[in-house]
């Protein structure tokens, strides 16, 4: 395999990775010269082998790549695209090396479909407003599947959509019930036009009110009108007709072909001109800024750089390189420099690279063993590992002292020819650098980073102590790799997490990975026994090992007792049962598939003399291909933080099993601290607050601000089912994106992919999920820097102010009672930390009145007086739901209207920032509702085919609102013509102001 796999590296491609407000995980899409380079895409590997789908992802980039020229006004196009292929297709020739590409850090997934979105595309968004979010997911049926663009328009469209959310941190201007469920409205009083508006950008828009019934299966004009507002329920439905609209691009309707750029700021431009008012979460999170006031301001675009270019057509297509996965190869970087013998960490690095050795490489791997001290030295060249004999022998090369000093740029150097070996491209390599200590020997890292980014190979770095180098998280950010960091205090077992993460770079199906339920480390007291306990699900139990390291040398120093879900004891006697003395290792293999339910574990210190520290490990793989494993991955905010500048670290985990989110699921982050401060736990929360910006994805955030220092703070998350309530997100029957289609054309909607396209205006229902099975899991999350501290810093100073609030909404409101009810999650004291001490509140005519007002504290501000539920000054807990009834004028004949803004403080007096605005309308005449007043209702589902067949004949509504009328029939099956050009010559205007149309029979 090696000599093929040399010939067949005709070129490699390398990606320069970068830190653009990024998380954690590395990106090398960058902008320059108005060209996007450094884009990956990559197909999972449980998409079977398609020549189409390649083709396909390529028109696709040609298209986007012309749109995006476009959209953006000459000013940003894609260059170059690298897709990378799985391991599982067939080598061909043109499939060149990985190099650093790998299917966890892509920028584009094909893969199978996540449920909560499918069959449509959707962008997964940890951050924020202008941040860089995580990857576009693209079921394969949805890039295959010519439907795809009979009803959501042309796919390069649909890319540069999402890429508005990717790359630029824009969301989405139409309602979302799905995404964004608890803000979700489909019609606002506007105090600037004083009439009941769709939810819109640009304003532009040619509609119709339409509510449609689905156990009828039929739509007519909704009840009300833009004086009054419309009848729960009620849709603004876009018609594929327009005049004059040509914005927005993340609005979502650009199957028409007049949507052609984002929304802007500019007055005089109205087919372009941003909504400001419109209640989605595009002005929810971005502050009501128009995309292109969040585009002028990114690191693309600010400073005016990329400036307009002409470019010809020619130039617009994108080169495209296509990479293929290829075996593992990964060389351990070992410190052996004398400081490793304080506080056992010698010991501890060796134990857990024998685990690696022994359990957690797979058959099929290639490793490598390099040292070093003064300098770097290989102590193993590159070994297929296929049989015990190769694990042994890597075994025997493992180190066995430590002493003298450290050279980690030689090291790095020397694992690189270590992967050069026998003339083979370095490329795609990984090498794990474990070390503790400050560099005392040139070449230093400093001088060999170019080199090292250069060769492509991947730097995964393992801080050991607070003392490791500071530069390792650039290395591993150059080359795309992971930073880890082990802080050698009890509690801590990122060890092996890092040895684990070599694995997983593999390409490995999510059937065949490696899954993690416990990682800790205990300090027991002489004689001591220390009791602990997992729950292994049913979705688990194959290769199952319970691992356990101690310190002590030359001795067994613990012994461990297992108890197995039915009772059964395992111990000493049991055959599985294998203690190395050499490498200080006890481990525990469960032969065939452990018994799901608890299993608990007893370790006893058999020295009674003295304490011993036990770093504990308790593995599992997926029960069958058929079972998807529950799987948790995280993310920090970044690897370095800028706590001086005021910045936070946030933490992210993601809970799924196969592509499905698991909500409800509880959540932890165990942050450790430099400074010898013990460790803090947070709960992470999923709740669409704070700094979770999507409720119910299975993305669960939250901020850390108890910082103690300078330093590396390393973060554990534990993660189990919460008592049974975790749900598995099975469906969500409702499509947060509509397609544009003629109404009377929505019958019969086909699927994509196996999921049906929702017919739009289905009224929004709750994700559906199943129970998930009880679980539990422990990994580690990563770790970030702090190089500075804030001038005069000292810990527990009050640094940071409350959180800002992002989910301010109005839940009711009463003309007669003349309240409004205000709904929002209290922020902490510091962010998402404890309580704030007093909420401002702001009431304003409008939210126009308040954007155009520098100072919005210069409005109305609430006081007791106006409450009738709520305290100003008792602000709740973090992620409390806070609820205030206010009270309000209401002067106005029919409909009075209020915008609200609000603010937290703290006891420190500090001050978080305005939250969303919202605009509350009081309206005396609520529009009744219900299938129709025409005898529409009461069909039951028996009777749909019915009136599928008699609508041939035209079942006409007539609705007296206005003194117009309105018709809408439905079609037989056999007649559907679908058209989202326009084209379709069964409408026709009707020329009344609304724009509502007549369909004829
Ligand atoms: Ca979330
Ligand atoms: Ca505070």
Redesign the pocket.
Known sequence: MKNSQAFLAVAVFLLVHSNVDALTRPSSIRLDNNSYTGVVVAINNQIAESDVLIQRIKDMFIEASKYLYQATRKRAYFKEVTILVPKTWTPKPEYELPGNVTFDYADVIVAPPNPRWAPLTYTKQYQGCGKQGVHIHFMDAFLTDPNTELYYGPLGRTLVHEWGHLRWGLFDEYPDAVGDPDNYQEFYFSPTTNQFEGVRCSYDYNSVPLIFFPDNFFYRECNGGPDVGYEDGCVYYVLVEQDSVTSSIMYGTYPLTEISYFCDNNETDTPNLHNREAPNKHNRLCGRRSSWEVLRDHVDFAGDINQPRDLTADELIPKFTIVQHRDVRVVLLVDTSGSMNTDNRFTKMISSSANYISSIVNDGSYIGIVEFNYLGIMLKNLTLVTSDDDRQALLDALPPKAEGSTAIGDGLLKAIEVLSEGGQDPAGGIILLITDGEERERPFIADVIDFVSDSGVIVDTLAFTQYAESTLPDLSLATGGKAFFYSNEPGSNTLYEAFAATMERGDVIDAEKRVQLLGTSWVISGGQLREGGVFMDNTIGKRTEFVFSWTAQNVIGIEVTLTSPNGSVINSSFEGYGVDVTFRLLTIKLPGIAEPGAWDFAVLNSDARSDEEVSITISSYPVSDDVEPIIVTSELSGSITAFAQGEPLVAYAELRQGFSPIIYANVWATIERPGGFPPIMVQLLDNGAGADITKYDGVYSRTFTEFTGIGFYGIKIDVDNNQGNAIVIDASPFSKARPIINPDQVFDLPDIGGFQIPTPGTPPQEPKGRAAPMFSRGISGGSSRVDEVPAGFTPGN?I???GNIIDLRVTASSFENKTVTLMWTAPG??LDLGAASRYEIFRASSIIALQNDSNPDSHYKLTSDDLLQGNLTAPQDYGTREVFIIEVPVNASSVASYAFVMRAY?D?G?VSDFSNVVQATLREYIPPSGPSSEGQGGLTGGQIALVVIFSVLGIVLVIGIAGASFKYLTKPKNTKTVDVEGENTDKKKDGNANNAYVVDA
Do not use: C, G, S
Request: hydrophobic residues 35%.
């Open positions: 009050d940071f102010p409350p004291d510091d703290d420190a500090l």
